[in-house]
């Protein structure tokens, strides 16, 4: 059987064993060091100030007076700031609160919707034109007479206008008691110039030949004394 020689245990040193004390202190101490340092979330969490939501004096939420005097701080603020002065977070909220309240008033009237336009007014109605002759005499009058409430149609004025005077509105009657009388019968439906005074229809000439007046004063002595001129078939 061979001999071994076993290898003899090495001795430690004192210089050794106070390196290796050395190691071990450094290494828990580094070890504490990595335990005990906070991770960067938590402390830009821990750093983070809290929101800070305005209150007035008494801690109820900001009336429109309180908006009003923190309108302006915020003006103050902002002066602050363009010094180069340090302002505080409320500060700063405020401030930036009273701007974005600002734009918002702005964007409003911005958006303000447009007044309704205008009805465009309406056109003046035409004058109605008539024809000057006897077609357009009746007509006239009695658009006239259907405005005053004075009764009589086309047909009853056109039978007495040809009986009286033919169509002629300058005709005059001088062989009758009433020219006997001196006051002669003229026009379209031969009136005399009393009756034309008394029944005379506002609007039209005060002339005892015009047309339109004559038609329409006899008409209106008509239908006093006869209910209407389509009712007279002879002298009146």
């Known amino acids: ?13 004192r210089t050794h064993k ?22 960067d979330a938590e402390t830009t969490a821990a750093d983070a100030p809290a929101a800070v939501k305005p209150v007035s004096a ?3 939420p900001m009336t429109a ?7 302006k701080q915020a003006r103050a603020v902002a002066s602050s700031v363009a010094a180069g002065l340090k302002v505080t ?29 205008k009805a465009p007014k309406a056109p003046k109605a035409t ?12 007509r ?35 062989w009758d008691i009433n020219a006997i009388n001196g006051v002669p019968s003229k026009g379209l439906l031969q009136v005399i110039q009393p009756t034309f005074d008394a ?3 506002a609007g039209t000439p005060h002339k005892l030949t015009d047309p339109i007046a004559n038609i329409t004063a006899a008409a209106n002595y008509a239908a006093d004394r006869y209910g209407s001129i389509d009712n007279v078939d002879s002298a009146y």
Not at 1 to 13: C, E, I, K, S, Y
């Open 89 to 117: 977070a409320v500060e700063k909220q405020n401030h930036a609160a009273d701007q974005t309240a600002n734009r918002s008033i702005e964007r409003k009237a911005l958006v303000a919707p447009k007044a309704a336009p």
């Open 127 to 138: 004058p109605k034109r008539y024809a000057n002759n006897l077609d357009g005499w009746i």
């Open 140 to 174: 006239e009058s009695l658009d006239i007479m259907k405005d005053k409430g004075i009764p009589g149609s086309y047909e009853g004025l056109h039978r007495n206008i040809m009986r009286e005077s033919s169509g002629n509105p300058n005709a005059v009657n001088n």
């Open 18 to 39: 106070v390196s290796a004390a050395l190691v071990a202190t450094a290494s828990c101490a580094a070890a504490l060091a990595f335990t005990a340092a906070p991770s």
């Open 1 to 13: 059987m061979p001999n071994f020689t076993l290898p003899r245990p090495a001795r430690l040193t």
């Open 65 to 71: 007076k309180d908006r009003a005097d923190d309108g």
């Open 58 to 60: 008494n801690g109820l």
């Open 199 to 201: 029944y005379h229809v």
